[in-house]
């Protein structure tokens, strides 16, 4: 295998393992949005791809977006992140958090995994940089003020 083969193998796998962590991003995004009601089943899951698409816009421009676009970003990972963590400890069987306050700590970590890496995951995997990227639109100390 030629270095340039290999390198478009771990590219093309990026883009799958990025699209299978969105998938199960979803599936528990859309468990921790949960409504009583099924016939309401559907609106967790329109919510967590929303989420994703409004997580996309805000890693274009990060904080240079308006300042609407940068509140809404942020929300939605934040909301992205709790619903994971809270779709995940349901599927554990909701532990005892009384009993062991540490059984919160996968699904913390986990949640937050799952909200933060697929993005930059894919746009790697398509295009090979580094500058569509959650954590550092939120860091960098170079962006301008959005307003």
Do not use: C
């Not at 995004?29 to 967790?44: E, H, M, N, T």
């Not at 939605?76 to 995940?88: H, K, L, M, P, R």
């Amino acid at each position: 295998m030629t270095e340039k083969r290999y390198e478009q193998l771990i590219h093309l796998l990026a883009v799958v393992v990025a699209t299978v962590l969105w998938f199960i991003s979803v599936q528990f995004s859309a468990d921790g949005f949960k409504f009583v009601l099924p016939r309401y089943a559907w609106i967790g899951y329109v919510l967590a791809i929303a989420v994703t698409v409004i997580e996309l816009v805000f890693n274009e421009e990060g904080m240079n977006h308006t300042l609407t676009l940068v509140t809404v970003g942020l929300l939605s990972y934040g909301y992205g992140i709790v619903t994971n963590i809270i779709g995940i400890w349901a599927a554990q069987g909701s532990p005892d958090l009384a009993a062991n306050p540490l059984a919160l700590l996968f699904p913390a970590l986990l949640g937050l995994f799952l909200e933060i890496s697929p993005e930059p995951l894919l746009f790697w995997g398509l295009i090979g940089t580094g500058a569509r990227d959650f954590l550092a639109q939120l860091l960098n100390s170079n962006t301008k003020k959005a307003y």
